[in-house]
């Protein structure tokens, strides 16, 4: 089971960081994806980090500004989001891949999904 949590509203500029926790059987070796989805567009990957060494992996229009880590300890991973733009508002979901050794795009491959989280950037 997975639970997202940490959206909110900020202004543009600002800053978020979205947590997903793990519960449950994870198995040894996964990927947390997060995915977002604005009214009227297709859910799209934002990025992903995989058990173990920690792979990740980030969306084009998210690199350089979002960071993901992991707590091990916790089974958590957090998407630190910086210098928000108003295009970053959306539902964020995360969700797992039964596997560490690529990170997919495709929100398909994904097994396991949490709720999502709404954020919302004001210009």
């Known amino acids: 089971q997975l639970q997202a949590s940490g959206g909110g509203l900020v202004q543009a500029g600002g800053s978020l960081r979205l947590s997903c926790a793990a519960s449950g059987h994870t198995g040894r070796s996964y990927t947390i994806g997060w995915f977002r989805q604005a009214p009227g567009r297709e859910r799209e990957f934002v990025g992903g980090?995989?058990?173990?060494?920690?792979?990740?992996r980030y969306a084009d229009s998210v690199k350089g500004r979002f960071t993901m880590s992991r707590d091990d300890v916790k089974n958590t991973v957090f998407l630190q989001m910086d210098s928000l733009k108003p295009e970053d508002a959306a539902m964020y979901f995360c969700?797992?891949?039964?596997?560490?050794?690529?990170?997919?795009?495709?929100?398909?491959?994904?097994?396991?999904w949490g709720q999502g989280t709404l954020v919302t950037v004001s210009s």
């Open positions: 969700a797992l891949y039964t596997s560490a050794r690529v990170i997919p795009t495709t929100s398909s491959r994904y097994t396991y």
């Open positions: 980090i995989s058990s173990g060494a920690g792979m990740a």
